[in-house]
């Protein structure tokens, strides 16, 4: 099958994996989470501003506000839900799944009265065939300097949009081709707030190209990988074969548990089995490519012991959760009890461990010597992983993250539009 | 000054060229004609269709519709402007202007409360922007599938939006890093309804990277041409310096003149003043490359008449026009008095003739001989011009052509929303 076929077959496709639909409903709630979080920063704010200011029907819920036309509203929540950058990551993908695609499947979902069920159907295919387009696109693609949250994630949004408005199979292919001419976002925006915007942009081109399909504005026949179609225009190298696959990719979905940069994630996991501990020296190892990024040695504001490996090791061994953004204060970089860890903490970096590993060899203040390392490509498993994911959400959002997982668990009862409405200004 | 200096300094700049102001007014004449003749398309019935079930407040005109938000406007105004094919088009830009930036510039004038005349200044500026940023990106960007009328045509836009809104220097900035991670458009829609859409999609984007930008999101320093900018991620050749010049290139502007292939246009440029008259022979040089294109010799239907040089020799020398595609009956193919002339044409291909040229000699009944040259490329008087802008609406849009004509000469009286009355439905 070509990547075109594949994403026409899953627009339709019936008995989803049952391992997929639950890791759908973890990105669902995940999503969410990352959404109330994120709805007073400042981008946030800007582009709620902007698209209230067109007015329009009421249909479709937007993070921290009102009901907004589905366009606007997938706009808004996805750029919205990328504001703190702490939402999910496909790793092959290579990009952030849950934001370009969830906005345009609750938004449509809204639209057409669809069950809360369909959205996170909708979803999933919408995000497998994003994985499969960033992966025909590969890493020429990324490297040329496009975002792939933004490009290929408008296809998944324009697949899941697809099918919530059950268009036919040559709708499916003009708002294909449609989204060909109209996907865009580059890597030049990374350190704006054209970043969190990406991703609203693409989880709007999703319904903009599946509503002029349904309309009858018809397109390319192949606008994916036929001449002068969104791949050979934007991929120097394409890989096509890359992009076959007999299950579904999506599960390999990994989330940040951790406010503070993701070079830390590996070792903090290392620890956390450990704490809490009292040491006499930790030596950690750690992909050289992060000395640079994330080894502040005395931090001096809550912003840089984000970037601290010291600093952060002598929080997880104290006990202290790394999870919320709002634990990174300026009197944390103050404090002398951890100052005093960390001034047992060594840093090194070495070639033979990837990016996502780590190594921390701990000398107990009993004398006790351990190595603990961890591996941020390794499964989770599933009741660990909720675990995690509902701390996280409650270090960021409080009380309302049970009230998310109570609706995530009785997903089967709920509409789209009882989804919306948790997400809406109360 | 690069590029982005260029644009930086058209947002605001004053004393405007007046030669560039009054090219500007005929091709202000030239959209609305070109918008109102398709509003009944099928393209522009489905985009209105689309954008009217959002909703929004009614600000911005739609052609043969009611208001919208300037976005919607914005886009469905491009679209149905381009549903003919018959709108203007620079060479250097490689691209379709008005059709890309003049919607942008209404629906942001109407927002503002602003003149007439605002909003051809803005264009005029968004203009000039957009065939510099089309010059910068280069034939490798055409050649590698995308189409400037989108791409650079979405800067254009921006620069229009931006003038309007009064934006800052930095917001104006943002505003084009904005862009530059929005802007889209593919050559891969070409004979699709894809095709009109990619100018809504420029004229769209210029209203939300400004609007955006006016509500204080970020970007790129320089998204245009920076690091992974929009030039280095969608052109393989650019040439920075060939967006410099002294000048407003925009003068060079182009319109059609007649509802059939571009390729016999310079033909019929060269009959028509000979016209009407009898003859007895005509040879027709050309560039070889039309000999596929438009040199059916036997046309069956009123759309094969548009692609035969025998029979629209025939019709321009008979004195009819050949402005409206009305004109193109089937009826038209059976006529036995033009097919009695068409069987005097013969046609050869002139290797040393650009596809802009044709040269004519024409035996006339009475026996004399005369030669006629026309190149497209050549630059026509302001006034003939004018009149011949004037009989195209004639054919196209019958005696709307003359109230549009008034209110284009008269611009200096009227408010932006007064442009917007003439193209909304009555």
Chains 1, 2 share one sequence.
Not at 149 to 163: N, S
Not at 305 to 317: D, E, I, P, T
């Amino acid at each position: 099958m070509t990547t075109l076929d594949i994403l026409l077959f899953l627009v339709t496709q019936k008995d989803l994996p049952s391992n997929a639909r639950a890791t759908a409903r973890l990105s669902l709630f995940d999503w969410m989470t990352c959404g109330l979080a994120g709805v007073d920063e400042p981008v946030a704010q800007a582009v709620r501003t902007t698209l209230a200011a067109e007015g329009g029907h009421p249909v479709a819920a937007v993070m921290g506000a009102q009901r907004l036309p589905p366009r606007a509203a997938a706009m808004a929540n996805g750029t919205i839900s990328h504001a703190l950058d702490y939402d999910d990551t496909h790793f092959a993908h290579v990009g952030h799944l849950s934001v370009g695609v969830y906005p345009a499947a609750l938004a449509a979902g809204e639209e057409m009265g669809a069950s809360a069920t369909d959205v996170l159907d909708a979803f999933l295919v919408g995000a497998e065939a994003a994985i499969r387009v960033g992966l025909h696109l590969g890493r020429a693609h990324y490297d040329r300097g496009f975002h792939q949250t933004a490009t290929a994630g408008a296809f998944g949004a324009t697949i899941a949009v697809a099918r919530l408005y059950g268009l036919t199979p040559d709708q499916t292919r003009a708002a294909i081709g449609l989204c060909a001419t109209r996907a865009s976002g580059l890597k030049s925006q990374f350190g704006t707030m054209g970043k969190p915007l990406n991703a609203g942009i693409a989880a709007a081109n999703g319904i903009e190209c599946a509503a002029f399909a349904r309309a009858g504005i018809t397109s390319a026949d192949d606008g994916l990988a036929g001449p002068q179609g969104f791949i050979p225009t934007h991929a120097d190298a394409p890989e096509p074969a890359a992009a076959q696959s007999d299950r579904f990719l999506f599960p390999d979905i990994r989330y940040k548990l951790h406010a503070c940069c993701h070079g830390t994630h590996a070792m903090i996991e290392a620890l956390r089995p450990l704490a809490p501990a009292q040491i006499a020296a930790l030596h950690l190892r750690t992909s050289p490519r992060w000395l640079t990024v994330c080894d502040i040695k005395e931090p001096r504001t809550g912003l840089e012991v984000k970037f601290s490996y010291a600093w952060l090791a002598a929080m997880v061994l104290a006990g202290m959760s790394t999870a919320s953004d709002r634990a990174y204060t300026d009197a944390l970089a103050m404090d002398a009890a951890l100052a005093a860890v960390a001034r047992r903490v060594t840093v090194t970096g070495d070639p033979t461990l990837t990016d996502m590993q780590a190594v921390a060899e701990i000398t107990f203040a009993s004398g006790e010597i351990r190595t603990s390392a961890h591996d941020l490509a390794a499964p989770i498993p599933h009741d660990v992983l909720a675990a995690s994911l509902q701390a996280k959400a409650q270090a960021l959002i409080g009380p309302r993250a049970d009230m998310l997982w109570q609706a995530v668990a009785q997903i089967d009862r709920l509409s789209a539009r009882d989804l919306g409405t948790l997400l809406v200004a109360s």
